[in-house]
Structures are given as C-alpha cells and as structure tokens.
C-alpha cells in the first residue's frame, strides 16, 4: 500500500522562464510531498517568487512540466484551473485585503465567491480561523487599523478559510520584527499539523526557514543550486551557500575580470 505521507503533492521537471530575452528560471526541478513544508530561498532576483507563481498557475513557463495536486497545469484550460485553484490557499506578503472591507469579511470572501454555505455556516467558519490566529477579537477592525503582524496573520486566515490541501506563503516575515516573525513561524507549523496542509514558503529570513523547513530549495540567478535537508543546506560546500548562511554579500564571490568583461560587454 503506498504511504500517503510520500505522495508527492507537486512535481516540477525541466522548468524554463524567460522574461523578453533574459532567462528568469533555468531547468528548475523538485518535488514538494504531502504535509511537508518546502522552503524557497535565494536573493532578490534569484526567480523564488516567479518560481511561486508558476506554482500556482499565474504564470506559464516556456518549457516543462508543473503538476499540482495531480494535475498538469501548464496547459490546463481556465475553468479547470479555477476549479483547482479552490483547494489551494495563497498567502501574499502585505496581506493584500481589500481596504474596503472589515476583517472578517474579507476572511469571508472565498467562501462568498466559492460555496453555497449559508451565512450562518460562513460567519462561524470565518471566526474558526480568526480565533486560530488569535484575531477574533479584531473582526471588525478595517485594515487600515491592523498592525503589520495582524495583516499577515489576517491574510493568513483567508487563504485557510476554505481549508485548503496546500498552502503557498510568499514572504511570511518581510517587515515583521523578530518576535512577531517567530510567533508567525510558531502558526505556520501549527496550520500544518493543524490542518494536515503542504506548504510551500517563499522567504529570505534564515532563522525562520530553518525553523519551519523540512527541505529547502535554493535558488540563484535562476538556477537550483541544491534541493535538500536543513543539515543537507548547512554543510553544502557551494560558497554561494556558505556566503547566504554567513550573511557576506554576494559581491565577495564576483571575480574582477568576470566583472569588467560583464560590463564591457
């Protein structure tokens, strides 16, 4: 009997993206299996949010193959997309709520636009997931009225509200202070055995991605330099590895005649 623990939940082979003429992801591949949490990292124009957003449908790449949740979607037509769309939750990374709408119903939202529940059945779901992220007592709060922190965890509860197979997180702890970062790390882990959720983060904070990962994907200049374990990553001898783990900007690994001839080109 197969273990559902190893099912692989994503599948990417051979992916290529360009952007007009310049290449964005390079031959990317890996798998992502179920309740596993998958962390992607690299620094800014290394292709990890791009890499999410083929995830999820947004984007089409020139070449190769993205299968989520069994399903290639690449060449999947809209509506069934759409239909695919309704067992993943995707979290952005201000929130993105609508700064018309309270709170709560802005965690209402996808249950409105995807099911025929009835009000009642809504508003008690809806306050199911604001209680687990400890904002209950904020539901009527505008946006506009939400600290950093409580943005993210609000636009946390919208993407789970429908409680999604697999959640995509783009950038959890980008301008969060420290403690908020690890309480949202803390939540991340608890929606996974919570909810028996694969997730998938993109994020450049290395305290949270070793705290949370149970693999991780790194990525530069669009290419995959190592998918592995976190002991795998930490004694991974590439020096753009050991340069990202030791924090030394990525200038130190340029060699000067590479340099000038990339500028004299």
């Known amino acids: ?34 309740k596993e949490i ?19 449908g947004l984007n089409k790449p020139a070449s190769g193959s993205i299968k989520l949740l069994d399903k290639e979607i690449t060449n999947l037509e809209r509506k069934e997309l759409h239909k695919l769309r309704r067992r993943i939750g995707v979290a952005f990374q201000n929130g993105a709520l609508f700064s018309s709408m309270s709170l709560q119903e802005n965690v209402e939202l996808p249950l409105h636009e995807h099911t025929k529940l009835d009000h009642n059945t809504i508003r008690i779901m809806s306050r199911l997931k604001l209680e687990l992220m400890n904002l209950s007592e904020s539901e009527s709060l505008m946006p506009a009225e939400l600290s950093g922190g409580m943005l993210k ?24 202070d420290p403690v908020t970062s690890a309480e949202l790390d803390d939540l991340i882990l608890q929606l996974r055995d919570a909810l028996n959720m694969t997730i998938v983060v993109v994020t450049h904070d290395l305290d949270s991605a070793f705290k949370i990962a ?16 976190k002991d795998m990553i930490r004694n991974f001898p590439d020096p753009r590895i050991v340069n990202m783990l030791e924090r030394k900007a990525m200038d130190e690994l340029v060699d000067a005649d590479d340099y000038i001839n990339k500028l004299t080109r």
Not at 214 to 229: E, F, H
């Open 153 to 176: 965890r609000a636009g946390l509860a919208r993407a789970v509200v429908m409680d999604p197979e697999v959640l995509f997180f783009d950038e959890p702890s980008a301008g969060l």
């Open 1 to 34: 009997m197969n273990n559902p623990e190893l099912e692989n939940i994503i599948e990417i082979e051979g992916l290529n993206t360009w952007y007009g003429d310049r290449q964005i992801l390079s031959d990317v591949s890996l798998n992502v299996v179920h």
């Open 38 to 56: 998958m962390v992607i990292m690299g620094h800014s124009g290394s292709g990890k949010s791009t890499l999410l957003r083929h995830m999820i």
């Open 214 to 229: 149970d693999r991780i994907t790194v990525l530069d200049n669009g290419r995959q330099i190592i998918t592995g374990s």
